[in-house]
């Protein structure tokens, strides 16, 4: 997949909007655009639950979480009713021309939002492809209906309302593009995402037509025919499928790129206009085409440079950067089951490991009235073996302080940034095996409130298979391996062979004083479901870590030579020929 497939989308996008918006041209002509705003958004929402029928084999999306389903109507609301309805208020103030002209600050805006929001950010020379871009649609914008669709405001108040009613509707469309990306990260299908989005529009856009009794002169005006044809096909080439391919456009690139690419419509109105409506185009609008097209030519040049946020770089693991993922993690806060925090690194390691070529899931369930978020990641084919880790910490420092949260640097970090440093070193061609890789939400809470330990990996293993996942061959867990001082026995709940077997590549790295081939523990763990149902497990781990469970779980305690001694054990456990 070309690492520029969102902007080709994203211009894809531009052409259907232009299309569409001459269809609701057409249809508000003869129903008025009201009537077509609320008439579009229910047509949409059933076809595309059609549609989402025979994709998914549901009418709706069930697999999607209420924090996700909260992201997606929140950019619906904003984005789609309230923007859209500050724009058509703005067209009843300052007229088309000014309107559109003021959209065009929306990915200007789109790009602020990203970066105060998502952390998304840009080289210069996008950033001037951006201007360069929106310059040239608003030389085209701003001539293109003036001498037929100027209105003149009424006093100096409405021409400041219509103004700061364009700028809404800007924010509002980048700000719905902004929570869209947000509700789809984890690689949550554009469709799904789309049908959520218009589901939730059409529902508050019927009430408020409800409230203000003019839901049966809406129905009443689609006794037009033509009309009603106009608004089915709008809404085919619009809401269903322009505004999934813009949720996959910015699922796939940056915001500000991605809503500067959609808001060249303006610029392909213009033969559409000039075939269906007559209209003259003159040599500013071809010049202004010009500027606009030269500037999506900098951006496609700008993405097709860019790298990918991370690359696959196969060779030895490398402490350090294993380091920094337990920095990364400890930098969000106390990661506990169900908390924002929590969601964050679930989203953080998705949007790396996607990034990084490997496929992932996410497996949500309830637990004593908290949403748990198993992950789970894979590549390579051939038999499956499993390499896994928890990322939850402990919301209760009860060896210290119960009534302070654990960091869980090494209780929870330190497996976590194991599994991601071996993601962007393993060297698949080597790896006979499908490689899952999972991160276990929900393990470290036992004995707290009523909770279970290993609560999400009791849950994986309870259900593995159901999604198309092979068996399980062998499974190793990583857990509390980034002492500085680190001791790792044998664990007497492990499969002799499978643990004999890494701490003799552990001696013949050079870890022999690590890695110790001694019996000291038993612990409950997250390979303990694996074992129970009779796959060869086993669990690496220092359980002699003299700050677990307590408040000084922190990121100072960690070595990054410690990560990288279990880092290189696992990864050459994976790529030998012979195992």
């Known amino acids: 997949m070309p690492h520029y497939l969102g902007e080709i989308l994203a211009l894809a996008t531009s052409l259907f909007w232009a299309l569409t918006s001459t269809f609701f041209t057409l249809a508000g002509q003869r129903v008025g655009s009201q009537v077509v705003n609320r008439a579009r958004l229910a047509i949409a929402a059933v076809c595309l639950a059609l549609i989402h029928l025979v994709a998914f084999g549901a009418l709706v999306p069930h697999d999607a979480t209420s924090e996700r389903v909260g992201w997606l109507a929140a950019s619906a609301v904003i984005g789609l009713v309230l923007g859209d309805g500050l724009l058509f208020y703005a067209f009843t103030q300052i007229g088309a021309r000014l309107s559109m002209l003021l959209m065009a600050l929306a990915p200007v805006i789109g790009t602020l939002l990203a970066w105060l929001f998502l952390g998304e950010t840009l080289p210069l020379v996008e950033v ?3 201007l360069v871009t929106i310059a040239g649609i608003a030389w ?16 100096p108040r409405d021409y400041l309302i219509g103004v700061l009613c364009g700028v809404g509707a800007a924010t509002g469309q980048a700000a719905g593009l902004v929570l869209s990306k947000r509700g789809m990260v984890g690689g949550f299908p554009a469709l799904s995402a789309s049908l959520i989005r218009l589901s939730v529009a059409a529902v508050v856009i019927w009430i408020i037509a409800a409230l203000q009794r003019q839901a049966r002169p809406t129905l009443h005006a689609l006794r037009d025919r033509l009309g009603l044809r106009y608004i089915i096909a709008g809404a085919i080439v619009g809401p269903v499928i322009g505004m999934t391919m ?23 109105m213009l033969p559409l206009g000039y075939w269906l409506f007559q209209e003259r185009i003159t040599l500013r609008a071809v010049l ?5 097209m030269m500037g999506v030519a900098m951006l ?8 990918p946020a991370s690359t696959a770089q ?5 402490g350090a950067r294993a380091y920094e993922w337990v920095e990364r993690q400890c930098a969000l806060g106390y990661r506990i089951t169900g908390t924002e925090a929590s969601i964050q690194a679930g989203d953080m390691f998705i949007a790396e490991l996607e990034a990084l070529g490997w496929e992932t899931r996410e497996q949500v369930f309830t637990y004593m009235d908290t949403p748990v978020r198993n992950l789970l990641v894979w590549r390579g084919e051939g038999p499956a073996v499993m390499v896994g880790a928890h990322y939850d910490t402990r919301r209760s420092a009860d060896e210290e302080d119960p009534s302070v949260p654990v960091m869980g640097a090494n209780d929870g970090a330190s497996g976590v940034a194991v599994l991601l440093e071996l993601a962007r070193v393993l060297d698949m061609e080597r790896v006979p095996y499908r490689v899952y890789l999972a991160f276990f939400d929900a393990e470290d809470n036992g004995r707290l409130d009523g909770w279970e330990w290993i609560v999400g990996s009791t849950y994986m293993a309870a259900h593995w298979g159901e999604a198309g996942e092979p068996p399980l061959e062998t499974v190793i867990v990583v857990d509390m391996v980034g002492d500085i001082n680190q001791t790792l026995y044998y664990e007497h709940n492990s499969d002799p062979a499978l643990s004999a077997e890494l701490w003799t590549i552990a001696a013949d790295l050079g870890y022999g004083d690590r890695f110790i081939p001694e019996y000291k523990y038993a612990i409950l763990d997250d390979h303990i479901p694996f074992v129970r149902m009779g796959i060869p497990s086993a669990l690496i781990i220092d359980f002699d870590y003299p700050y677990w469970h307590t408040t000084q779980d922190t990121p100072d ?8 001694a279990v880092g290189r054990v696992v990864q050459v456990w994976l790529e030998r020929d012979d195992f």
């Open 300 to 307: 496609l040049a700008g993405c097709g440079a860019r790298p």
């Open 128 to 130: 001037s492809a951006i």
């Open 246 to 268: 813009s949720l996959a456009a910015v699922s796939l690139s940056h915001v500000g790129i991605a809503s500067t690419l959609m808001a060249l419509s303006p610029v392909l």
């Open 557 to 564: 305690k960690i070595s990054a030579e410690s990560l990288e």
């Open 288 to 292: 202004g085409t010009g500027i606009a």
């Open 140 to 155: 085209v914008v701003q001539e293109r209906h003036a001498p037929t669709a100027k209105i003149v405001p009424r006093t």
């Open 314 to 318: 196969p060779g030895p693991f490398e």
